[in-house]
């Protein structure tokens, strides 16, 4: 069964930060236009209100892919909507990180929303990979301008054009995850990951993601204008002063 009252994203709201389930267990969280809906409602609530957010998939899967039933009936028209690719741009684009807790699978595009995040953690079970050739068509909602950003151009072009899953072990290798977990302690870890980003001040690491997904060319005038708002914090002033007087203490 599904998220309670047909909902399919089961979402648990914290001070600091909200943990997002996938939850369609019956169809390994296949992820269709329903939970696409339900991502960008999630998105305009921490667009107004910036915390943290943490994705996972119930039932030890991440996400299967896109509902290949809704797939197989999209035409041309629906392709040049971008259905997943503005829904995932607009979870890369939130103001505060997005951790990725990962098991299982990651497929296609619960590979591109999982690319999507900021930082991704995996258990020992998952399979990270994308394949829509394979399929007849292409992966079109990010994993082909991300995974090449993540993993590098040659990787990244092995992996889009065999299709080939990733386990844990060579994820972690490429760098395509920061740590693997086992199964239980893999939202345990997240959380930790979600501590240790909450205890630094929060403009400066909205600020620092900011200047992080700039293009290259907004270097280093980007750096620069983010710096000169913080420089002008009263946080920035009460953190630094902390730190001198246990320095000097």
Request: charged share 30%; glycine share 8%; aromatic share 4%.
């Amino acid at each position: 069964m599904s998220a309670a009252g047909g909902r399919v994203l089961r979402i648990e709201r914290l001070d600091d930060r909200v943990v997002a389930t996938l939850d369609r267990p019956e169809k390994r969280n296949a992820i269709d236009q329903a939970m696409i809906d339900e991502l960008h409602e999630l998105c305009a609530e921490l667009e107004a209100e910036p915390r943290i957010l943490i994705l996972t998939g119930a039932g030890g899967v991440f996400a299967s892919g896109a509902d290949i039933a809704e797939l197989r009936e999209r035409r041309a028209d629906d392709a040049r909507k971008g259905i997943n690719a503005h829904a995932f741009i607009r979870v890369a684009e939130l103001p505060m990180p997005v951790i990725a807790a990962l098991d299982g699978y990651a497929l296609g595009g619960g590979a591109e929303l999982a690319y999507a995040a900021d930082l991704r953690l995996g258990t020992p079970a998952l399979k990270i990979g994308n394949p829509e050739t394979g399929l007849g068509i292409l992966a079109a909602a990010g994993a082909s301008w991300r995974l090449r950003e993540i993993v590098g151009d040659a990787r990244a072009m092995e992996l889009l054009l065999t299709g080939r899953a990733v386990g844990a072990e060579e994820a972690l290798a490429i760098g395509l995850i920061t740590a693997v977990h086992p199964p239980d302690e893999l939202l345990p870890a997240a959380h930790a990951l979600a501590d240790r980003i909450a205890r630094n001040d929060r403009a400066a690491t909205i600020a620092t993601k900011r200047v992080f997904r700039a293009p290259r060319a907004a270097h280093p005038d980007v750096d620069l204008e983010e710096q000169a708002a913080l420089f002008e914090s009263p946080e920035k002033f009460r953190r630094m002063t902390e730190f001198l007087e246990r320095r000097n203490g």
